[in-house]
T-cell receptor, first 111, second 113 residues
Framework: GESVGLHLPTLSVQEGDNSIINCAYSNSASDYFIWYKQESGKGPQFIIDIRSNMDKRQGQRVTVLLNKTVKHLSLQIAATQPGDSAVYFCVESHTGNQFYFGTGTSLTVIP | DTEVTQTPKHLVMGMTNKKSLKCEQHMGHRAMYWYKQKAKKPPELMFVYSYEKLSINESVPSRFSPECPNSSLLNLHLHALQPEDSALYLC????????????FGPGTRLTVT
């Protein structure tokens, strides 16, 4: 498989603060990146995605940034809430046939 | 209905048993996936079905046998498993094989004794 790693395995933030979750990938041919959120006891849930020809994409309270020069991806969560506590995975894909999950970052929101 | 369902939620089986995991979706999705997830690890892709045909097998041992009887149903048949096969087995579906957004079920927690 491909190497999709995260810089920080755990992250704790105060409620209301912004969170930044980072991800490094190694396959420069990957053309699509996705962020998933997995809450305890549940399957992963799609958050946001970005194509390799973009460098930024915004959703509701979330922004994904892609830096292809250094093969780095980040997920920014604005005004983090207790319900955001989960493990976050970045996923890289090439042609949409295979999907490689990163190691995951556990986000804990402190009330 | 935007849900992927999986049964059973939990399964305990011996190494000589034969069991099956079931996954169902009614979103009209034409790609379905099996993943294996060990504790505190990311999901690992096992199989991909595209239009009810097996398109990707990620070198999974033959003791795992997938089956896609129709476009809504995906099974994973288990036989002669090992204790190290204990894990959460996740099913997912996507609209088309080239779609990047996958919808995951809650998983089946499998324990092999």
């Amino acid at each position: 498989g491909e190497s999709v790693g995260l810089h920080l395995p755990t992250l704790s933030v105060q409620e209301g603060d912004n969170s930044i979750i980072n991800c490094a990938y190694s396959n420069s041919a990957s053309d699509y990146f996705i962020w998933y959120k997995q809450e305890s006891g549940k399957g992963p849930q799609f958050i946001i995605d970005i194509r390799s020809n973009m460098d930024k994409r915004q959703g509701q309270r979330v922004t994904v940034l892609l830096n292809k020069t250094v093969k780095h991806l980040s997920l920014q969560i604005a005004a983090t809430q207790p319900g955001d506590s989960a493990v976050y995975f970045c996923v890289e894909s090439h042609t949409g046939n295979q999907f490689y999950f990163g190691t995951g970052t556990s986000l804990t929101v402190i009330p | 209905d935007t849900e992927v369902t999986q049964t059973p939620k939990h399964l305990v089986m011996g190494m000589t048993n034969k069991k099956s995991l079931k996954c169902e979706q009614h979103m009209g999705h034409r790609a379905m996936y099996w993943y294996k997830q060990k504790a505190k690890k990311p999901p690992e892709l096992m199989f991909v079905y595209s239009y009810e045909k097996l398109s990707i097998n990620e070198s999974v041992p033959s003791r795992f046998s997938p089956e896609c009887p129709n476009s809504s149903l995906l099974n994973l048949h288990l036989h002669a498993l090992q204790p190290e096969d204990s894990a959460l087995y996740l099913c997912a579906s996507s609209q088309r094989p080239s779609s990047y957004e996958q919808y995951f079920g809650p998983g089946t927690r499998l324990t092999v004794t």
